[in-house]
């Protein structure tokens, strides 16, 4: 089995120490391609770096809700510039975030409406961030339609959201959180059809049952793909090659 962790940071700092044993270590244990997520300038560097030193890994480009500066508007435009690199498949992860930051809500529309331009401008997908800004995010989506399309990551498990998503031709990528003992994760999981659904682990965020609270790593996904196949009624198998597929088709990775 190959398994597709579309969602993960090893430019995260928990990782950097060991990262690079970490990563070959995933390749060997099945997890054959990883997209390594951008979220800041200095973390969209890292993680181009990272791609380009190893053939399985890809990368993601943006400013996330939570990672705005004084200077975001120049740093809008370097990562631009990083995005046009052969291994960066999508911008992101960009969007809002109503939880961690109450007092900025004009500014983070502003820099995801930004990226979605940015997005088109340079033909790729999205990656977005939401929580608990489910209307605007829906709202902004239908005002600025992506023309390629792209990725609800860590999607909330809020089967409006989901439904909306789906309406727009976005894809729903599910992670640790939807085998949490109090998650209500099954519903949300029927709604997806299978040629919409990615797993990711958000590494090294989101340990899932049974490593909940633990360091988070790719190898991880493969607990999020058992939760998926159990509510589908499916193999394991074919989650595994399904998601797969789906990732490579919405990175456009050939």
Excluded at 22 to 33: G, H, P, Q, R, S
Excluded at 184 to 194: D, Q, R, T
Aim: net charge negative; proline share 4%; with cysteine.
């Amino acid at each position: 089995m190959d398994f597709f962790d579309s969602h993960a940071h090893y430019n995260d700092e928990r990782l950097r120490d060991y990262r690079d044993d970490l990563i070959f270590d995933m390749y060997n244990d099945e997890i054959t391609n990883i997209v390594c997520a951008g979220y800041s300038l200095e973390a969209s560097r890292e993680a181009v770096d990272i791609a380009n030193k190893y053939p399985h890994v890809f990368a993601t480009c943006g400013i996330s809700p939570n990672d705005i500066g004084e200077n975001v508007d120049s740093e809008l435009a370097k990562v631009e510039e990083l995005a046009k690199s052969d291994k960066v498949v999508a911008i992101g992860e960009i969007g809002l975030d109503y939880y961690w930051n109450k007092e900025n809500k004009e500014l983070q529309r502003d820099v995801f409406i930004k990226q979605i331009e940015m997005a088109n401008k340079l033909e790729l997908p999205i990656v977005i961030h939401t929580r608990e800004a489910v209307i605007d995010t829906i709202q902004i989506l239908k005002e600025y339609p992506v023309l390629k399309n792209g990725i609800f990551h860590c999607c909330p498990l809020n089967q409006e959201l989901i439904k909306e998503g789906l309406k727009l031709g976005f894809y729903i990528s599910f992670s640790g959180n939807v085998t949490f003992k109090n998650a209500k994760s099954a519903g949300c999981i029927e709604l997806v059809p299978m040629d919409k659904v990615l797993i990711e682990t958000d590494s090294p965020y989101l340990s899932p049952e049974p490593h909940r609270g633990e360091t988070n790593t790719s190898r991880n996904v493969k607990f999020v793909t058992e939760k998926i196949a159990e509510v589908k009624g499916m193999k394991l198998e074919e989650v595994a090659e399904i998601t797969r597929e789906n990732a490579k088709r919405i990175f456009g990775i050939y």
